[in-house]
């Protein structure tokens, strides 16, 4: 199994910044394409940005140019540096990862972590 595990939401004003990271732990053979996504109240999960093994990035239209998505290899962890932060930018966000496990190297799981909340508010 491959643990995911959000940390860095919190309350910032609007024009804020905030740090998101995502710590993947267990038992892992290697992690594949890692990235985020967000749910607000009453709307439907969206796809936020993600980062691929080789490090290329892709973001929604919505962030673009003021998120940045990165990763530590050897950390296990991916990270999203949110600028210019507004209101509509509050949701929970989830980190996502397709890896695979020792227990079985030949097959590719998708992962989820549990959520983080961020609140754009003045």
């Known amino acids: 199994q491959v643990q995911l595990v959000e940390s860095g939401g919190g309350l910032v004003q609007p024009g804020g910044s905030l740090r998101l990271s995502c710590a993947a732990s267990?038992?892992?053979?290697?992690?594949?394409?890692m990235g985020w996504y967000r749910q607000a109240p009453a709307k439907q999960r969206d796809w936020v940005a993600n980062?691929?093994?080789?490090?290329?990035?892709n973001y929604a239209d919505s962030v673009k140019g003021r998120f940045t998505i990165s990763r530590d290899a050897a950390k296990n962890t991916v990270y999203l540096q949110m600028n210019s932060l507004k209101p509509e930018d509050t949701a929970v966000y989830y980190c996502?990862?397709?890896?695979?496990?020792?227990?079985?190297?030949?097959?590719?799981?998708?992962?989820w972590g549990q959520g983080t909340q961020v609140t754009v508010s003045s």
């Open positions: 267990g038992n892992i053979f290697k992690l594949n394409t």
């Open positions: 980062i691929t093994r080789g490090g290329t990035t």
């Open positions: 996502n990862a397709d890896g695979s496990t020792w227990a079985r190297p030949g097959f590719q799981y998708n992962y």
